[in-house]
């Protein structure tokens, strides 16, 4: 929490070549902590609940990622954010659950989310206080608290960036980072930083992911602008470590069901972290239809890991595109106009060779291949506050 151009097809083939030379050392460039090769995906409490969290709230919780076969998808995390522990430590030093709220404790939460199967992750600051001001932060506790994190069965720290001494970032989220290698527990470590140094250009060797924007909302341009934020760094992202646009707000309801499509279709392309936001255990049927397409859930878990970015903008028309393995590259057209609009996907912008006469298209949210292969060009209509996801196969 907190307070056009044309490219050409000649950046996605650095960007390619730009993976490839880099796998050999990827591991050596990023956090190693044998997470996480793929976007993190599961759930995390601020956007719908903020501080209104208990025991209760978030073992239903687990419970509906199971039942409703989200776990199965990949949505393993449940994710607490700020609020869930005392105001003060207890007379050790050590941070506290809020026994009011979570009587029994972060382990014995743990211990249940784990025995569904999922993983349990929590929310620090690397201030004095969390943003909330309602809990202590770790600022001169790290390895006290990552100790305790490690203890208790936690899987995954979201770290904040609230009431903070002034020392720089860089600083304070190594030192965590450090703390956490040092308790020998493999914890996914997100960091909150907000983007305001750059996260993206040294949160590698941190972190397993890094926020590059502000916090979302749920409304059409707060989405649309912190998309647009994020897509700057791009070739930041691969396996281990990824550019975090903040979490979704697909069923919160204050989009359309069009407008979390092109949500859920941006993350999902950005190879973002799909962390839900909404209440799982109410969600409606269509909320349901956009958060467990498996096509487009590959498309974020692809194993090339390469963010796709903007290669074609027109005025209020967006189209991306980025490789994904096997030859194949998704491309996102996105119309924001208030109006029905046709939109061009050109080969040349998209990185596919001349050498290919005929792409193969196939539309991941109508789950169908199109019956005629396409030549230099894919053209559509898109209706207003919408877009199309196609994942394209070069075929001789």
């Known amino acids: 929490m907190s307070s056009s151009s044309c490219c050409c097809s000649f950046f996605f083939s650095l960007l390619i070549l730009h993976v490839a030379s880099s796998s050999i050392n990827s591991r050596k460039l990023l956090l190693d902590n044998g997470v996480f090769l793929t976007p993190p995906m599961g759930w995390n409490s601020w956007n719908h609940f903020h501080c209104q969290i208990n025991e209760t709230v978030i073992k239903?919780?687990?419970?509906?990622?199971?039942?409703?076969?989200?776990?199965?998808?990949?949505?393993?995390?449940?994710?607490?954010?700020?609020?869930?522990?005392?105001?003060?430590?207890?007379?050790?030093?050590?941070?506290?659950?809020?026994?009011?709220?979570?009587?029994?404790?972060?382990?014995?939460?743990?211990?249940?989310?784990?025995?569904?199967?999922?993983?349990?992750?929590?929310?620090?600051?690397?201030?004095?206080?969390?943003?909330?001001?309602?809990?202590?932060?770790?600022?001169?506790?790290?390895?006290?608290?990552?100790?305790?994190?490690?203890?208790?069965?936690?899987?995954?720290?979201?770290?904040?960036?609230?009431?903070?001494?002034?020392?720089?970032?860089?600083?304070?989220?190594?030192?965590?980072?450090?703390?956490?290698?040092?308790?020998?527990?493999?914890?996914?470590?997100?960091?909150?930083?907000?983007?305001?140094?750059?996260?993206?250009?040294?949160?590698?060797?941190?972190?397993?992911?890094?926020?590059?924007?502000?916090?979302?909302?749920?409304?059409?341009?707060?989405?649309?602008?912190?998309?647009?934020?994020?897509?700057?760094?791009?070739?930041?992202?691969?396996?281990?470590?990824?550019?975090?646009?903040?979490?979704?707000?697909?069923?919160?309801?204050?989009?359309?069901?069009?407008?979390?499509?092109?949500?859920?279709?941006?993350?999902?392309?950005?190879?973002?972290?799909?962390?839900?936001?909404?209440?799982?255990?109410?969600?409606?049927?269509?909320?349901?239809?956009?958060?467990?397409?498996?096509?487009v859930i590959a498309i974020n878990q692809d194993s090339l890991g390469v963010q796709a970015k903007k290669v074609r903008m027109e005025g209020e028309r967006d189209i991306w595109a980025g490789p994904l393995s096997g030859n194949r590259i998704v491309i996102l057209l996105v119309n924001k106009k208030k109006y029905k609009s046709t939109m061009t996907a050109h080969w040349d912008d998209i990185g596919i060779s001349s050498d290919h006469t005929f792409v193969q298209a196939r539309d991941v949210w109508e789950h169908q291949t199109l019956a005629t292969p396409f030549q230099e060009k894919l053209t559509t209509d898109v209706e207003p506050h919408s877009c199309k996801l196609y994942v394209l196969t070069p075929i001789l």
């Open 60 to 295: 239903e919780t687990a419970d509906a990622l199971v039942s409703t076969g989200l776990a199965k998808l990949g949505y393993e995390y449940v994710n607490l954010d700020d609020c869930w522990g005392e105001s003060k430590r207890d007379p050790q030093g050590n941070l506290e659950a809020n026994m009011s709220t979570f009587p029994l404790g972060i382990k014995a939460l743990a211990d249940y989310v784990h025995s569904k199967g999922l993983k349990l992750g929590i929310y620090g600051d690397a201030g004095s206080r969390t943003c909330s001001g309602r809990m202590p932060g770790s600022l001169g506790h790290e390895e006290q608290d990552a100790a305790t994190f490690a203890s208790w069965g936690i899987d995954y720290l979201k770290y904040d960036n609230c009431y903070n001494d002034d020392t720089k970032p860089t600083i304070r989220y190594k030192v965590m980072s450090d703390a956490l290698k040092k308790t020998g527990r493999s914890i996914f470590f997100s960091l909150c930083e907000w983007g305001d140094m750059s996260p993206a250009l040294w949160g590698r060797d941190i972190g397993n992911s890094w926020r590059t924007t502000d916090d979302i909302s749920d409304s059409w341009d707060s989405m649309l602008k912190i998309a647009d934020m994020n897509q700057v760094f791009a070739s930041y992202a691969k396996p281990g470590g990824w550019n975090d646009p903040d979490m979704l707000e697909v069923g919160n309801g204050r989009m359309k069901y069009e407008e979390y499509v092109v949500h859920f279709s941006i993350w999902a392309v950005s190879k973002a972290p799909l962390l839900l936001g909404c209440d799982i255990r109410s969600m409606t049927d269509e909320t349901m239809q956009i958060i467990s397409n498996q096509e």
